[in-house]
């Protein structure tokens, strides 16, 4: 069943719960930690334990950051100034132009963070496992892209852990990050992903491809960007060959300024946030 997505810079319609539970119908039978969906057809009905267990601790880049943004309950917005690095990143696929743009920043020997949402990874699963071995890196965005605020706990574990046990099965790596749909996030669901093991990523550039402003206002608001900052784009939710266009001068730019490109981990490892917020 097809299901319209609003872009994150966009929350429109919150109010709109399309995300019923019952929205992963048509995924058959999945179990992750404890929580379980029977039936298929939109005739779904989900089954949760009384407890999703933490994934296991990671390890790698940035990893001691990330548990300590965890305790902390904070979510990510930027880094430091320290080394003038730069994130990249992707939401809402995998899609039609995810490839293309994992070809183009191969291309371009940039690494990159995608948020993929996991009602879509099936389809693209070699994608997803082969960018994994091109040095990207996967988090996760939930699995139908709903507003997690309007969920109750159950319902957030269950579109959380469910992605993030298929990107491990597909990838064989532990995911450590998570960007909440629509950038909708506070202390409560800090907290219950956390307990996952995952750290809530925002991003403090917004480019607006979603809104199709076209190629050279994307690359004006990538090049907007300050050290340490996460600049937010995507691959999926829509037409993005505008996107695709702007990856050559985004990061012409970027290198011309003096910045270094790296993903998530290796931001929080290399220039880690002196000041957190909510």
Sequence with gaps: MALMRLPEGRRRGRGRLWLAVGLVCAV???LVGGARLEGSGGRGRII????VAAAPRAVGPGTAELHRLIA???ALFSGSAKGRVV???FDDGPGLYT???VTTLRRLKVPATFFE???QISSYRTLVANMVKWGFVIGDHTWTHPDLELLSAAQVNNQVAWTAHLITKISGEHVQLIRPPYGAQDARIRTLVGRLGLLSVLWNIDTRDWSLPGTPA???SALAVRPGGIILMHDGGGPRGETLAALPAIVRGLRTRGFHLVTIPELLAI???THLQD
């Design 117 to 119: 949402i996991g009602e």
């Design 218 to 220: 994307i690359v004006a």
């Design 28 to 30: 058959g039978t999945a």
């Design 99 to 101: 490839a293309r743009i």
């Design 87 to 89: 994130a990249l990143t």
């Design 271 to 273: 220039a880690p946030p």
């Design 48 to 51: 949760v334990a009384a407890r």
């Design 72 to 74: 902390k309950n904070a």
